[in-house]
């Protein structure tokens, strides 16, 4: 089944404690993007990756990092997590790398506290 | 930086009435998308526009991207309940972002 894998779902955890939050696709996607999702903002783009070892910046990459070392895994990391992170948190493949992302194929979501 | 725009926040309706939503871009987009959010679900994709003026349906839901590529809206005849949820438009203001209007949650009652 073609999906995307969020891990963890839920998690609570404290102010300066790392953290990553995985994310894995079965579809051999190139494009892979990560979104936070707050209530009445909608969903803003944190980095983004159009290929192995291809990362940038999207609107709110303040507080994380990505890396791209393989085609299938895009991790989250937030090296010192504040409070201001708490959010739920989206991880997103496509196939398309030119002219936009074209369809997106969502995760389940890992809601994220920081205490 | 570039916006996306979409009115309303929110909107309840009785079962069987219609509903639009409507997506407003501070500058041009190659392309929209739209996608349907289920309480506690994640988005999931329903539509690509990509010519201007644009029309597209599927059953009861009627897509449109304006004539300047730089508004859309999404049109649901005869909702239902199953048609609950947030519904988001989505732009790339060129390359790879992606970004999303804050999108419209509907409330169907029945």
């Known amino acids: 089944e073609a999906q995307v894998t969020q891990n963890p779902r839920y998690l609570i955890t404290v102010t300066g404690k790392k953290l990553t939050v995985t994310c894995s696709q079965n579809?051999?996607?190139?494009?892979m993007s990560w979104y936070r999702q707050d209530p009445g903002l909608g969903l803003r783009q944190i980095y983004y990756?159009?290929?192995?070892?291809?990362?940038d910046k999207g609107d709110v990459p303040e507080g994380y990092k990505v890396s791209r070392k393989e085609k299938r895994n895009f991790p989250l990391i937030l090296e010192s997590p504040s409070p201001n992170q708490t959010s739920l948190y989206f991880c997103?493949?496509?196939?398309?790398?030119?002219?936009?992302?074209?369809?997106?194929?969502f995760g389940e979501g890992s809601r994220l506290t920081v205490l | 930086g570039q916006q996306v725009m979409q009115i309303p926040q929110y909107q309840h309706v009785q079962e069987g009435e219609d509903f639009t939503t409507y997506c407003n871009s501070s500058?041009?987009?190659?392309?929209i998308q739209w996608y349907k959010q289920r309480p506690g679900g994640h988005p999931v994709f329903l539509i690509q526009?990509?010519?201007?003026?644009e029309v597209k349906k599927q059953k009861r839901l009627t897509f449109q991207f304006g004539e300047a590529k730089k508004n859309s809206s999404l049109h649901i005849t005869a909702t239902q309940t199953t048609d609950v949820g947030t519904y988001f438009c989505?732009?790339?203001?060129?390359?790879?972002?992606?970004?999303f209007g804050a999108g419209t949650r509907l409330f169907v009652k029945a």
């Open positions: 997103a493949s496509s196939s398309r790398t030119g002219g936009g992302t074209g369809e997106l194929f």
């Open positions: 579809m051999n996607h190139e494009y």
């Open positions: 990756s159009m290929n192995v070892e291809a990362t």
């Open positions: 500058t041009t987009l190659s392309n």
């Open positions: 526009l990509v010519k201007s003026g």
């Open positions: 989505a732009g790339p203001p060129g390359g790879f972002k992606t970004i």
